[in-house]
């Protein structure tokens, strides 16, 4: 009996951290499948950030673009921010930038508090589908200065993988 329960109990456990991991390690795929897919022209969106501002994916032409569908309740989403910020702070001047996309609503005090400085707007209904109808977050797109995509990640977008991402992306021509 008592077999049983620690045997029950692992199985339990090693489950939960599979739901857990398998989003960061199936993110290890350049692109698991689904629209938009690699190489595929970005979806065009313009969404109004937490100033009533209008920021288009098209303001960012000729520069490489990380687009991150997050919510300030998730908490993997709110691991990666920090990584985010330094990335974004590190390549912002070689031609890099970030646009956090909120599928909830999200105070400004959120924003000061984790330190983000890159440009966090709101989800509508039709960036949601274009970017194959996001259910899970995080999810990121990396798109490269041309305006086509070259990695999507579903799960928490390292800061290393990010790094090492934006470096090869920004010597593409």
Not at 14 to 37: D, E, N, V
Not at 97 to 126: L, N, R
Request: net charge positive.
């Amino acid at each position: 009996m008592r077999f049983m329960k620690k045997t029950l109990v692992l199985s339990v456990v090693f489950l939960l951290m599979g739901f857990y991991l398998y989003p960061a390690t199936k993110s290890r795929i350049a692109f698991a499948g689904g629209r938009p897919a690699a190489n595929e022209t970005a979806p065009k969106f313009s969404l109004i950030d937490l100033h009533g501002k209008r920021v288009s994916l098209s303001d960012f032409r000729g520069k490489v673009v990380l687009i991150n569908f997050w919510a300030d309740w998730c908490p993997p989403c709110k691991m990666e921010i920090p990584g985010f910020q330094r990335v974004y702070e590190a390549y912002k001047g070689r031609g890099f930038a970030v646009i956090g996309i909120s599928i909830d609503d999200v105070e400004p005090s959120f924003i000061k508090d984790m330190g983000i400085t890159y440009p966090v707007v709101m989800a509508d209904d039709k960036v949601v589908k274009d970017y194959g109808n996001v259910s899970g977050i995080p999810i990121s797109f990396l798109i490269g200065k041309d305006g086509r995509m070259v990695k999507k990640i579903m799960g928490i977008y390292f800061e290393g993988t990010l790094r090492e991402d934006v470096e090869n992306a920004l010597k593409k021509r």
